[in-house]
């Protein structure tokens, strides 16, 4: 019988999501319009000229944000509307298009760049994404980012991992307890008292019990640098044990330790992963990867506007 795994809350796009990139936009208008308008713009285009534009991918990659475009819309207060030819997760080809504008001109001209910068930072993350996945995609591990985030774009950066078939890991400090050594080093220096791996974990697991505003059931998860750490940590039974910067050969000898003591523990490899180090990683038996690189090494994908113009 299979074991039945906890994981964290993945991020969709959901109203929280929506609250965040509604902030973001209002930031993106006072950035290029500083309580004014596009002088460019009303200078030269002869208001209410009709027109039609598609983005357009300048390479391959895959789609994230284009749903979320309506809501960009919304809140720049603009009449366009956007039809996706392709949706969030789909792969795409150099020079395709991925979704259609139409509307006033002067609205498509004004809100063009801040639209296509939410889009390429988005794709270039989903696009990263589906790199490492389908380095592994034959093993039983799963992939997640971190909270290396650009600040503010947190939610749409997670999305984005999602849409290029990773998962999330924690959203935030809030939502679950991941102890570090920074952690048990600060507990020490205060009490005097070394807590170790499963010490610290009885006490998290004590603290949550007693929190009526955290949910109880939060999953715990501990890092640990070491095998002897690990064992210790393992007699405990957290949720998962973060396996930090460990060879390959240490991450094998780590999950023949925990499938001796207890299988429902899942380990996480972490610490510098590379596309070119993943496969490695992932065949010693871990059941999770997390990759700070995700969210804070993707290039922006290219995006462009083709035009057409309606005639009047």
């Known amino acids: 019988m ?85 949706t969030d997760g789909q792969s795409f080809q150099a020079s395709q298009a991925l979704a259609t504008l139409s509307g006033e001109a002067r609205d498509v001209l004004t809100c063009e760049r801040i639209i296509l910068n939410f889009l390429g930072k988005l794709c270039g993350i989903a696009s990263l994404t589906q790199q490492y996945v389908e380095l592994i995609r034959d093993l039983p591990v799963r992939l997640y980012d971190t909270r ?27 939502d ?14 205060v009490t005097g008292q070394l807590l170790s791996p499963s010490q610290a974990i009885c006490q998290a697991r004590s603290f949550l019990e007693k929190q009526p505003d955290v949910a109880t059931d939060a ?39 925990r499938n001796e003591t207890d299988r429902a523990v899942e380990l996480e490899a972490s610490g510098g992963v590379r596309l070119d180090s993943l496969r490695g990683i992932a065949e010693s038996g871990v059941d999770r990867i997390s990759v700070g690189a995700l969210t804070h090494s993707a290039v922006n994908l290219d995006l462009g506007l083709d035009w057409q113009f309606e005639n009047s």
Not at 59 to 86: F, S, Y
Not at 148 to 155: A, D, F, I, S, V
Not at 157 to 167: D, F
């Open 148 to 174: 290396k985030t650009t600040p503010g774009y947190r939610q749409l950066e997670k999305y984005a991992v999602r849409c290029g078939g990773g998962r999330n890991h924690r959203q935030g400090l809030y």
């Open 219 to 257: 999953i715990v998860e501990i890092e640990v640098d070491t095998l002897l750490q690990l064992a210790d940590a393992l007699t405990a039974s957290p949720d998962i044990v973060l396996l930090d910067n460990m060879t390959n050969e240490q991450l094998c000898e780590a999950v023949r330790m």
């Open 176 to 189: 679950a307890i991941l102890i570090k050594d920074n952690h048990l080093a600060c507990h020490q220096r």
């Open 2 to 86: 299979p074991l039945e795994r906890r994981d964290f809350d993945q991020q969709n796009p959901d109203e929280f999501l929506r609250d965040s990139l509604e902030q973001l936009t209002l930031l993106a208008i006072r950035e290029d319009l500083a309580r004014s308008y596009d002088l460019t713009t009303v200078a030269v285009v002869p208001p209410g000229l009709p027109a039609t534009a598609n983005i357009v991918a300048r390479r391959h990659g895959v789609a994230a944000g284009l749903t979320l475009v309506p809501w960009m819309i919304e809140t720049l207060g603009a009449k366009i509307d956007c039809r996706c030819q392709i």
